[in-house]
């Protein structure tokens, strides 16, 4: 027998803890939208005082003069102009290596020690700090092969930098394409590489792509092993044009010029005491986040449309 | 003809014999980087090392290298890294975490589509600019509240280093998070769990080696993050384990020489790659011992 009172006690209770659990679930979910808003915030903030004191430098002029020491006549056209052919020279390092190994590592490697030693240190890799990458182009590029702070320098640092997001981007495209495809191919008797070549990697294509998208956005912000090389600051003039109306048309001389970039001068500009060069460093940084910030939301959008046309 | 075809097919194995090899070239790269970078910094700081020693380079609290008679404790140094990476990280766990929760367990799957790529953005932002954000908007902030505060400090370095870290936290959670299978869920809510209880009490323990590895991916970052502390938290060496102060990291020290302040060759310039040496001993365990926790977790999921 069961008394009535009893019961009603216990139903008591659990009613109450249920309440509890309830209310303490209100209050993770608003914590979670105030903890989201606040992020909103902080980022809101870090863009609006970038553009409140960059925006009346964003003139055309801003684009088209040289560094000056005084902070109302200095413009960002070695900046961006460096760092544009530093990025070539990424993009030309990075691509093709790090296409090439993400192939190898689904396509071709066997499991075994040497497989693991790889995976190992692309993991590594990628969490290494930049600046050690630095004081590697430091040692191996600027003084042991002896190029010099240049272009070439800047741009094999980058390009190792970013070798391991293009490796892991480049290896979940591939497989994430259907192993029938393949044995399609091998079945009108494909060789390997033609498989790979012909199906896998076009298959591929737009995954890879994101993943380049991505490390090329990743290299245009980097400072800290741009520093380290040491990259100029103040430079006036411009990388030797690569083609000329004369014979032999193209030259690399570009690639042995010393250099600066967007990132070397915002560092410079906002670690300046005098502040008449703070709307400078704002400008700077408004452009490079403009930049990255554009190259990563294409990424995005080119995963989106990769995910909603899957073929398969 | 038979002949033909088979110089044709001996060519095309050798091509593709070529073509592996190059392939697996290109994947040695990575090797390769890794151990150029142990050889660069080993052999660049030896010179270093022999002048100073290990013991006096670990346990000195002095941090002098351009005095007439200059003394060299790393300790100098890290006290600032672990200082602002402290900070950062005080920032960057729980709120990666809560929003980590939040996306996997509460959030529609389109909120949490729509929030991902958004959170991805952010954490491209160039650090440069997180620096000038951190020296020109965060440190007057926390002026008006604490008057105090001198203008390069270690709490703004690392409160804005922290919100850098948090996309990444959040993002890497979340997936170990999501990564946990349906049926423990159902097991919990049978039981009559509420969603809170599911997420806290069931999920997050049976994705922790996921999130302990994002964690430690966490530290890693901050530990090696160099721009925002070089821009924010001041360039003087100084043993301290207070945020509110001014303090050079391991990071910072190595931008500074590097810029031009002090002479090239000399024992003072060498000492960027023994500080470098240290860096990257110190992330690298911090790696490894990531990759280590989530290749437990994946023979663990196989489990479940």
Same mark, same amino acid.
């Given at each position: 027998?069961?008394?009535?009172?009893?019961?009603?006690?216990?139903?008591?209770?659990?009613?109450?803890?249920?309440?509890?659990?309830?209310?303490?679930?209100?209050?993770?979910?608003?914590?979670?939208?105030?903890?989201?808003?606040?992020?909103?915030?902080?980022?809101?903030?870090?863009?609006?005082?970038?553009?409140?004191?960059?925006?009346?430098?964003?003139?055309?002029?801003?684009?088209?003069?040289?560094?000056?020491?005084?902070?109302?006549?200095?413009?960002?056209?070695?900046?961006?102009?460096?760092?544009?052919?530093?990025?070539?020279?990424?993009?030309?390092?990075?691509?093709?290596?790090?296409?090439?190994?993400?192939?190898?590592?689904?396509?071709?490697?066997?499991?075994?020690?040497?497989?693991?030693?790889?995976?190992?240190?692309?993991?590594?890799?990628?969490?290494?700090?930049s600046i050690?990458?630095g004081?590697?182009?430091?040692?191996?590029?600027?003084?042991?092969?002896?190029?010099?702070?240049?272009?070439?320098?800047?741009?094999?640092?980058?390009?190792?930098?970013?070798?391991?997001?293009?490796?892991?981007?480049?290896?979940?495209?591939?497989?994430?394409?259907?192993?029938?495809?393949?044995?399609?191919?091998?079945?009108?008797?494909?060789?390997?590489?033609?498989?790979?070549?012909?199906?896998?990697?076009?298959?591929?294509?737009?995954?890879?792509?994101?993943?380049?998208?991505?490390?090329?956005?990743?290299?245009?912000g980097e400072t800290a092993p741009l520093v380290t090389?040491?990259a100029?600051?103040?430079?006036?003039?411009?990388?030797?044009?690569?083609?000329?109306?004369?014979?032999?048309?193209?030259?690399?001389?570009?690639?042995?010029?010393?250099?600066?970039a967007l990132p070397i001068?915002t560092f410079?500009?906002?670690?300046?005491?005098?502040?008449?060069?703070?709307?400078?460093?704002?400008?700077?940084?408004?452009?490079l986040?403009?930049?990255?910030?554009?190259?990563?939301?294409?990424?995005?959008?080119?995963?989106?449309?990769?995910?909603?046309?899957?073929?398969? | 003809?038979?002949?033909?075809?088979?110089?044709?097919?001996?060519?095309?194995?050798?091509?593709?014999?070529?073509?592996?090899?190059?392939?697996?070239?290109?994947?040695?790269?990575?090797?390769?980087?890794?151990?150029?970078?142990?050889?660069?910094?080993?052999?660049?700081?030896?010179?270093?090392?022999?002048?100073?020693?290990?013991?006096?380079?670990?346990?000195?609290?002095?941090?002098?290298?351009?005095?007439?008679?200059?003394?060299?404790?790393?300790?100098?140094?890290?006290?600032?890294?672990?200082?602002?990476?402290?900070?950062?990280?005080?920032?960057?766990?729980?709120?990666?975490?809560?929003?980590?929760?939040?996306?996997?367990?509460?959030?529609?799957?389109?909120?949490?589509?729509?929030?991902?790529?958004?959170?991805?953005?952010?954490?491209?932002?160039p650090t440069v600019v997180?620096g000038?954000?951190?020296?020109?908007?965060?440190?007057?902030?926390?002026?008006?509240?604490?008057?105090?505060?001198?203008?390069?400090?270690?709490?703004?370095?690392?409160?804005?280093?922290?919100?850098?870290?948090?996309?990444?936290?959040?993002?890497?959670?979340?997936?170990?998070?999501?990564?946990?299978?349906? $049926?423990?869920?159902?097991?919990? !809510?049978? &039981? %009559?769990?509420? #969603?809170?209880?599911?997420?806290?009490?069931? *999920?997050?323990? +049976?994705?922790? $080696?996921?999130?302990?590895?994002? !964690?430690? &991916? %966490?530290?890693? #970052?901050?530990?090696?993050?160099t721009m925002? *502390?070089a821009i +924010?938290?001041?360039?003087?060496?100084?043993?301290?384990?207070?945020?509110?102060?001014?303090?050079?990291?391991?990071?910072?020290?190595?931008v500074?020489?590097?810029?031009?302040?002090?002479?090239?060759?000399?024992?003072?310039?060498?000492?960027?790659?023994?500080?470098?040496?240290?860096?990257?001993?110190?992330?690298?365990?911090?790696?490894?011992?990531?990759?280590?926790?989530?290749?437990?977790?994946?023979?663990?999921?196989?489990?479940?």
């Amino acid at each position: 027998m069961t008394n009535p009172a009893t019961t009603d006690r216990l139903s008591d209770r659990a009613a109450a803890r249920i309440r509890w659990a309830r209310q303490l679930e209100r209050g993770f979910v608003l914590a979670a939208w105030a903890l989201l808003g606040l992020l909103a915030a902080v980022f809101l903030a870090l863009f609006a005082g970038v553009l409140q004191t960059g925006w009346e430098r964003l003139q055309p002029d801003f684009f088209l003069t040289f560094a000056s020491r005084r902070a109302a006549q200095a413009g960002i056209l070695a900046a961006w102009v460096g760092t544009l052919v530093v990025m070539a020279v990424t993009a030309v390092v990075a691509i093709p290596l790090g296409v090439a190994a993400g192939v190898y590592l689904e396509e071709y490697a066997r499991p075994g020690r040497l497989t693991t030693l790889i995976e190992v240190n692309i993991v590594n890799l990628a969490g290494v700090p930049s600046i050690v990458y630095g004081l590697l182009a430091l040692g191996l590029f600027v003084r042991l092969l002896g190029l010099g702070a240049s272009i070439l320098t800047a741009g094999l640092t980058l390009g190792l930098l970013i070798l391991p997001i293009v490796v892991v981007a480049t290896r979940e495209a591939i497989r994430m394409v259907p192993q029938s495809i393949r044995e399609a191919s091998y079945a009108v008797g494909a060789t390997r590489w033609q498989t790979v070549w012909q199906h896998v990697l076009p298959a591929a294509l737009p995954g890879i792509l994101t993943g380049i998208i991505i490390g090329l956005a990743r290299a245009i912000g980097e400072t800290a092993p741009l520093v380290t090389i040491g990259a100029v600051t103040f430079i006036a003039f411009l990388p030797p044009a690569p083609f000329s109306p004369e014979a032999p048309f193209l030259s690399f001389d570009w690639l042995w010029a010393p250099f600066t970039a967007l990132p070397i001068v915002t560092f410079d500009w906002t670690s300046r005491p005098n502040p008449a060069f703070r709307p400078n460093a704002a400008a700077a940084a408004l452009v490079l986040t403009f930049l990255t910030v554009v190259m990563n939301a294409t990424a995005v959008w080119l995963r989106y449309r990769l995910r909603r046309r899957q073929l398969w | 003809m038979d002949t033909m075809r088979r110089q044709q097919q001996r060519w095309r194995h050798r091509w593709e014999t070529g073509i592996e090899w190059l392939l697996a070239g290109a994947a040695l790269v990575a090797v390769l980087t890794t151990l150029g970078i142990a050889a660069v910094l080993v052999a660049e700081s030896l010179p270093f090392f022999r002048v100073v020693s290990w013991r006096s380079f670990l346990t000195d609290t002095q941090w002098t290298p351009l005095f007439a008679e200059p003394r060299f404790g790393i300790g100098v140094l890290l006290s600032g890294t672990i200082t602002s990476s402290a900070v950062a990280l005080a920032v960057a766990i729980p709120c990666g975490t809560w929003l980590a929760m939040y996306l996997s367990e509460f959030a529609t799957g389109r909120f949490r589509e729509s929030v991902k790529p958004i959170l991805e953005l952010l954490a491209g932002v160039p650090t440069v600019v997180f620096g000038y954000f951190a020296l020109y908007t965060v440190t007057p902030l926390l002026q008006k509240l604490w008057p105090a505060l001198p203008g390069f400090n270690l709490l703004s370095a690392g409160l804005v280093m922290g919100v850098m870290i948090v996309p990444y936290v959040a993002s890497l959670s979340e997936d170990a998070l999501r990564a946990v299978p349906m $049926s423990l869920r159902e097991g919990a !809510y049978a &039981l %009559g769990a509420t #969603r809170l209880q599911v997420a806290w009490q069931v *999920v997050l323990p +049976a994705a922790f $080696s996921g999130v302990a590895a994002s !964690y430690v &991916l %966490g530290i890693s #970052r901050a530990i090696g993050e160099t721009m925002i *502390v070089a821009i +924010a938290a001041g360039q003087q060496p100084r043993l301290t384990f207070n945020p509110l102060e001014p303090a050079a990291t391991v990071t910072t020290y190595i931008v500074q020489v590097s810029k031009g302040d002090v002479p090239y060759g000399s024992l003072s310039y060498r000492t960027i790659f023994a500080a470098a040496l240290v860096l990257f001993l110190l992330t690298l365990v911090f790696n490894l011992a990531a990759d280590w926790i989530r290749r437990r977790q994946r023979l663990h999921g196989r489990v479940l």
